[in-house]
């Protein structure tokens, strides 16, 4: 039984772009940035994988159609990793052709841990044949980070850091919330230290007020990094942030595939499990 639409409509801008362009163009108006991302993973037939690309061109065609100020985020096993490597990177570089010519950004997302290896390395290909055209997520919480950051900041990549979403073993990933925040001002350091603009994604207030301390403290000018929050999550905070003068993007999914990505956002907090509760026996 496919679960009701509606269930998912604080975290998700619609079922189709189309559906998403009035919340997109009411986000704008807020001064406040986009990244677009149609929801799906793990596609393991070349011709879901055909479409999901063909979709993503014409969603690089309707962002500059509609003058949306907004990339695109993009999961790799929807362009075909699950299937074949080559063939994945061949669609992805594809995507980057069109992009590059609408003068748009690719933000390669990060799955699970098992894809943690195969993504940064597609990403360095993409990366050194496109430069800022692209980037891609790095998870505070996984062990592996200390050396990926290092390695990705030298490189001068665009990154975004996150906490990270997935559920993760203890040998994999650390499990204490404290732990994970001090992991994540660490690699913020680094990447305000060496990298041109770094994205930090989080809705974590301690987080949050701990940057505007530490660039303040650094004399690191508000334009030099971007504040980055979900669709649907601490919306004041972010045009609170954009009149302080910080730069600012909303991640705004819309797509069929969304259950994955809902059932994410209720494990990470209470509060959203019963947002969806009271939205059930609302009329």
Wanted: charge should be negative; proline fraction near 2%; glycine fraction near 4%.
């Amino acid at each position: 039984m496919k679960l009701p639409f509606v269930l998912a409509k604080r975290f998700v801008a619609g079922e189709t772009f189309d559906e998403s362009i009035p919340k997109a163009k009411y986000l704008n108006q807020k001064n406040l940035a986009l990244t677009l991302d149609l929801l799906g993973e793990n596609v393991t037939d070349k011709k879901t994988a055909d479409e999901t690309v063909d979709a993503y061109i014409e969603l690089l065609h309707g962002i500059h159609k509609h003058g949306l100020v907004s990339s695109i985020s993009i999961k790799l096993t929807m362009m075909g990793l699950d299937i074949d490597t080559q063939y994945c990177k061949e669609n992805l570089f594809k995507l980057l052709d069109v992009a590059q010519e609408h003068n748009q950004f690719v933000n390669i997302d990060m799955e699970g841990s098992d894809y943690t290896q195969i993504t940064i390395d597609i990403f360095k290909e993409a990366f050194a044949k496109y430069g800022q055209s692209v980037g891609t997520v790095i998870q505070a919480m996984l062990h592996r980070t200390k050396d990926d950051i290092e390695e990705l900041a030298k490189l001068g990549a665009n990154i975004r850091l996150v906490k990270g979403a997935y559920k993760e073993p203890d040998h994999v990933a650390l499990q204490n919330m404290s732990d994970i925040r001090e992991a994540f001002k660490d690699y913020a350091k680094v990447l305000l230290e060496h990298t041109e603009c770094p994205r930090f994604g989080t809705h974590d207030d301690e987080l949050v007020n701990w940057l505007r301390e530490y660039t303040a403290a650094k004399n690191i000018s508000k334009d030099q990094f971007e504040y980055q929050m979900l669709y649907g999550l601490r919306e004041e905070t972010m045009v609170d942030l954009t009149k302080l003068g910080y730069k600012t993007r909303v991640y705004v999914p819309f797509g069929t595939d969304w259950f994955p990505y809902f059932t994410r956002r209720l494990m990470e907090r209470k509060e959203n499990i019963w947002f969806v509760l009271s939205t059930m026996v609302k009329k």
